[in-house]
């Protein structure tokens, strides 16, 4: 299946399908200004899905950016931020070394369901682009993204051009630095960005062609069945 109208070969269109939890049709700033990171941890011995790099060093690469993100970010957005993991590694090394690195944030429950949580954070900051990346912006809260294209699945051709659009509306960053010294600038003045009308069509996009809506007035179920 594919979660919206952009069709791959062998596919069929489904959707998102936990539409009871989405309740964000527009972004109000919190006055709790907390911020959340989320990671993955690669289990190292798998064969990794990148043809350039191995889990191992994919694991680096995204433990260094977390790093190097907290170490740019004001000290009051760093005490207002948790970070949740989804660790696949062995012994959860990659969830003991953040703990030793990063002392000054709460590392979250990782049982802790994303839609259960969301509603409770101005910011959800990526290291990986995957499932938990659209989440966010079909919830409507304000999304950013240290893109690091090595290590990252193939997509498709509508998705570089969308990424471009992506790095142009401030939601894809290059480095960890940028990304945080974007947020140490409009962290207080989120709504203005987020809500824009470029910003808010260009998550619409994403969102109808990679994590469409459940609509139950379009008989969803029953075209998927034909």
Wanted: charged share 25%; net charge positive.
């Amino acid at each position: 299946f594919t979660w919206g109208k952009s069709i791959k070969k062998k596919t069929r269109r489904f959707f998102y399908t936990k539409k009871s939890s989405i309740k964000n049709k527009n972004f109000f700033f919190l006055p709790n200004n907390k911020i959340l990171l989320i990671c993955y941890g690669f289990q190292e011995s798998l064969r990794s899905h990148s043809c350039l790099l191995s889990f191992t060093k994919i694991n680096k690469i995204i433990f260094k950016n977390i790093i190097n993100f907290s170490a740019s970010c004001k000290p009051s957005n760093i005490l207002n931020s948790h970070i949740k993991t989804l660790d696949m590694t062995e012994n959860k090394t990659f969830d003991e070394a953040l703990k030793v690195k990063l002392t000054k944030l709460k590392l979250l429950d990782s049982r802790k369901k994303l839609q259960n949580i969301i509603n409770n954070y101005n910011v959800i900051v990526h290291f990986y682009l995957s499932t938990p990346f659209f989440e966010s912006l079909l919830f409507n809260r304000p999304t950013i993204l240290i893109f690091n294209q090595n290590i990252q699945l193939k997509y498709d051709e509508n998705f570089k051009k969308i990424i471009k659009k992506l790095f142009k509306n401030k939601i894809f960053f290059s480095s960890s630095k940028k990304a945080a010294l974007f947020l140490n600038k409009n962290n207080n003045n989120l709504e203005k960005w987020w809500n824009s009308i470029d910003v808010q069509n260009l998550r619409i996009e994403i969102c109808n062609n990679y994590c469409r809506e459940y609509d139950s007035k379009s008989n969803d179920f029953r075209k998927m069945f034909k």
